[in-house]
């Protein structure tokens, strides 16, 4: 596609926006009435997207991206003009519709753009989300969609972008609209779009191995990073712990995970869970058995940090909706594993798997990873881990496991207190039998002079 053609949609889009908003009411007054979302969208004032920016916190219309945006939008129209004029009417009157909605999901950026700026933003958003990663799969039996036909799944960068960033996202609200605008007769299914990318996203989580849960069908998501979030669910028994189950034990004044290499050090086993089949689903689903720690194994790169960063952040915005286990799993393994002995110790038992230069990378990537992020740690609603945490603190104060598990811990200490105490034995004997043969001398002289008198 020439870029004359993307220019000449590309004003009359704006143009076509223009004409729609002018014939709506230009105020919005309370046209969002009651309805409020569930779900803000903040900003995590964190590092931009790298590859293409969603949403308005980052919008740009000088954005190097925003041409391909152009062009996505165009692939996903009719060829013949008039029905492309007819199709582009649609979507646009359509987005007009939800556009209350979909700013009601952000805090405050949204309320400072125009309408056209925002209805706008939307469909060049919307479409390209739609035409990189679910109509590929959706137009399949078609030959594929006209931008490619497979889907970017395997773009990393743009799979970060994407799915990874709190704030770089725009409703599903907007992604359904458009998608039943553009493709309602193919697909009929109101999940259609979430079913694809609920596929998408458990491939490439498993792919990682992040996550194998099978998710059936998907309830309704906010935006794709919510979507993400929903396949780092507990799935472990034992792992929802309620006030009913609490052990009760007191941990003194200790407020947090003790360090592996202490754990190691006071007889507690460190084993790598496997992920999938009837074990773990998750990396979440840490298992305590008797005296051995079980923790599923965490591929530690570029991008882990940055998509736990933001799931925890999703949580501490919607807590009461979602929870926060995933926030109190990452202060589990960013204390656990805060130095490099640490690190080293785990990567040798499976638990931690990376590429990253020096097991100190990984120490401070995983330390600083909840920088300013406070849950009570002893509190079972906060805290799915709490019994773990306690039972360890337990075994790590226990003299009589300290002892029995010495000889796991330590074995060449064993070894040396074992050598240790032969070369006592044998000093001992030796003296016994030096001290028999001094009296038994003695005896023989008293006996040669008993015979010489």
């Known amino acids: ?81 008039q029905h ?24 405050d950026r949204a309320n400072r753009m125009s309408r056209m700026d925002f209805v706008h933003m939307l469909i060049l958003d919307g479409c390209y989300i739609l035409g990189k990663f679910v109509l590929p799969d959706c137009c399949s039996s078609d030959g594929g969609s006209k931008n490619g036909g497979r889907s970017a799944m395997q773009d990393t960068d743009l799979v970060r972008d994407v799915f990874y960033l709190v704030d770089n996202q725009i409703p599903f609200c907007v992604l359904n609209t458009m998608h039943k605008v553009l493709h309602g007769k193919i697909i ?13 996203v458990r491939e490439h989580l498993g792919k990682l191995g992040y996550s194998k849960l099978h998710v059936g069908n998907p309830s309704p998501c906010w935006h794709l990073l919510h979507l993400l979030h929903k396949h780092f669910q507990l799935t472990d028994n034992d792992a929802k712990v309620t006030a009913a189950n609490d ?8 407020y947090r995970w003790r ?48 998509m736990l960063r933001n799931l925890m952040a999703l949580e501490q915005q919607n807590q ?28 040798k038992k499976g638990i931690i798997v990376h590429a990253l230069r020096t097991d100190s990378d990984v120490a401070e990537r995983l330390t600083a990873l909840c920088s300013g992020v406070i849950i009570d740690l002893d509190e079972v ?64 002289i008293d006996v040669m002079d008993k015979l010489a008198n």
């Not at 009929?188 to 998408?200: E, I, N, R, Y």
């Not at 909706?321 to 805060?338: D, K, P, R």
Request: charged share 20%; proline share 3%; net charge positive.
């Open 188 to 200: 009929t299914s109101p999940t259609a779009v979430a079913d694809v990318l609920f596929g998408h």
């Open 320 to 347: 009461s909706e979602i929870g926060n286990h995933v926030t109190a799993y990452c202060l589990f393994m960013s204390q656990i594993a805060c130095t490099a002995s640490d690190v080293e110790l785990l990567v």
């Open 84 to 107: 492309k004029a007819d199709m582009l009417t649609r979507l646009v009157n359509a987005i007009i519709a939800v556009e209350n909605e979909a700013r009601d999901h952000y805090a």
């Open 381 to 444: 609603t906060h805290n799915y881990l709490c019994k773990t945490r306690k039972n360890l603190e337990r075994i790590y104060k226990s003299r009589k496991v300290n002892c029995l598990t010495l000889p796991r811990r330590n074995p060449w200490l064993v070894v040396a207190l074992l050598a240790t105490i032969v070369v006592l034995v044998c000093q001992l004997l030796q003296a016994v039998y030096t001290t028999k043969s001094y009296y038994q001398s003695l005896h023989g």
């Open 1 to 81: 596609m020439g870029s004359g053609n993307d220019d000449e949609t590309a004003i009359d889009i704006e143009s076509l926006v223009k004409e729609l908003l002018s014939m709506s009411c230009t105020q919005r007054g309370d046209e969002t009435g009651n309805k409020r979302s569930t779900c803000k969208i903040a900003r995590l004032n964190e590092q931009m997207p790298n590859m293409v920016c969603i949403g308005p916190y980052y919008n740009d219309p000088l954005h190097r991206m925003e041409s391909e945006k152009m062009a996505v939008l165009v692939g996903t129209l009719p060829v013949d003009k």
């Open 247 to 254: 052990v009760g034990i007191s941990c003194g004044t200790v």
């Open 259 to 306: 360090q592996a290499t202490q754990y190691h050090a006071a007889g507690v086993r460190l084993k790598k869970r496997r992920l999938g089949g009837s074990t773990a689903r998750t990396i979440l689903d840490v298992k305590l058995e008797g005296l051995t720690l079980r923790v599923p194994s965490l591929t530690v790169d570029n991008n882990t940090c940055r």
